[in-house]
DNA sequence: CGCTTCGTTGACCCCGTTCAACACAAGTGG
DNA sequence: CCACTTGTGTTGAACGGGGTCAACGAAGCG
């Protein structure tokens, strides 16, 4: 059950002087002076398990990672997905084990950063992985706040405008991408089932605002995506607030405060 | 709007070397030489609000606080509650401006901590600043297990039974305590309304399992508590699972895998 | 070629939301 | 003192979004 990262190629190993540019955040932080290990890990292999010794952080440096749980009754809830420049491992940072399963779903590379770094000599290194981890927990609110206030339609919208903004800040195209994970994934991750993932991107693509065909998205409206984000929560009953004030305010929503979806690419 | 700190009465500054247990993951780490300041914050006033200049962290003392998002359209969603022992605002570690916003529900006492003192002299602060964060990402990560996963009444009741763990850390009673938070911010950290979180809770006594009073609450079947936590999800159709082997495995969950509770305690 | 995994769509129905009414306590001001 | 307001908590009735179940098609693979 354990027998795990074994199976993972294990590349050249280089002690190197090395900066990573890591596009968390803005913070393009140098991981200085840090021996690390090249890994390649193929489609559908685990990085490593919950439960395995913890003693590396890892960067993904290509390829897309998937974070499961597991619940008390055995099943499988995703908790995230990762993209180059992402690191992996932080959560058990303060424990010896890992406490979530992260898989591959392509083919994949990572640099694997020994947890011995960690020291008062690596200063930099550490306060780029404390800034790194804070806003992971932003991150983890605003897909709370996402999860709590959406709807399913309104969540795989934004799920796919989040995805298309990480591509974009890769490099890639931020209009036609490929979705490297499974509909039960997906919902599992919005905590939805994987029949209203399929009805959401069916119910997107007839009202002309995406092209699905398989696992390849084509983002035909990302503005009128963003607009259907900012009005009509759970169930689209707005039911006219029982006359308010004059004039009764209209829905041009004048996008105050952050939306989830800025706040989460 | 944002003039708010200001009427958090500021307290006696000291500068002492000072050691704080902190119950956060059994580290019992200290923070050493770091000077500080006593802030008290009277009920409902608000510890920080987002957007704010972020220049301290903030070491729970007493009291409680409920911590909060705005979506894009107005609407507030809170994100958790912290209580003695805990930090505040270390989400905003790597940005300027507070995330979220905290306010008190009842008279608090906070210890502030500039962030200044986050240098190379303090690395044993911050080893300690990093750690918490790890363990407060896993805690989100189960919050969201237990929301994506449970239905109203098993969150009501994970909810209770981590307020309860998270009292018994704090030396008071785990079988009696006060919700110092309404139905509505329950409902709001659970992603269910107040009327459900009233209903779930009006259940769980008809059941004998608690014993509610307006905010004062009474565990009195824990056990049975837990255990409801570990079968039936969402909805509660089961279904009988169309005849598996023999015996139709009794609902006698044999616990394995770290419940959410445990998990977020 | 089966075999498995994955994706789509339709029909039914239940849990939680919505709306409404009411109870209760704490201020507040007359 | 009462009247009034505001915030909070409880409960009932009705509705609908999304879950469940089922059937089918498509794609990948040994």
């Not at 559908?44 to 439960?51: D, I, K, Q, S």
């Not at 399929?198 to 995506?225: F, N």
Request: hydrophobic share 45%; charged share 25%.
């Amino acid at each position: 059950m354990l027998n795990v990262s074994s199976d993972v190629q294990r590349q050249f190993a280089v002690h190197p002087t090395f900066t990573a540019r890591c596009g968390i955040d803005g913070m393009e932080g140098l991981v200085g002076r840090t021996s690390f290990v090249r890994r390649k890990v193929k489609c559908r292999e685990h990085l490593f398990h919950a439960g395995q010794p913890r003693r590396s952080l890892f960067l993904v440096h290509a390829g897309t990672f998937k974070i499961s749980m597991v619940t008390a009754d055995g099943r499988e809830k995703v908790a995230g997905f990762r993209y180059a420049g992402e690191l992996l491992g932080l959560d058990a940072l303060d424990i010896p084990s890992y406490a979530c399963d992260v898989v591959a779903l392509e083919d994949a590379e990572v640099w694997e950063l020994p947890c011995s770094e960690l020291t008062e000599e690596r200063f930099e290194f550490v306060r780029w992985i404390t800034s790194t981890l804070a806003s992971e927990v932003r991150r983890d609110w605003n897909w709370m706040l996402t999860l709590g206030t959406l709807n399913a339609e309104q969540r795989v919208t934004a799920f796919l405008l989040d995805l298309a903004a990480r591509m974009a800040s890769m490099g890639f195209s931020e209009r036609r991408f490929l979705l490297r994970m499974t509909r039960a994934d997906i919902g599992s991750f919005l905590a939805i089932k994987l029949e209203t993932v399929t009805r959401a991107l069916s119910r997107l693509q007839t009202r002309g605002m995406i092209s699905v065909r398989g696992r390849s998205i084509d983002l035909l409206d990302a503005a009128r995506m963003r607009a259907s984000l900012e009005s009509e929560d759970r169930a689209g009953q707005v039911r006219m607030p029982r006359r308010r004030a004059a004039g009764g305010l209209p829905f041009t929503s004048t996008g105050r405060s952050v939306t989830a979806l800025q706040a989460a690419a």
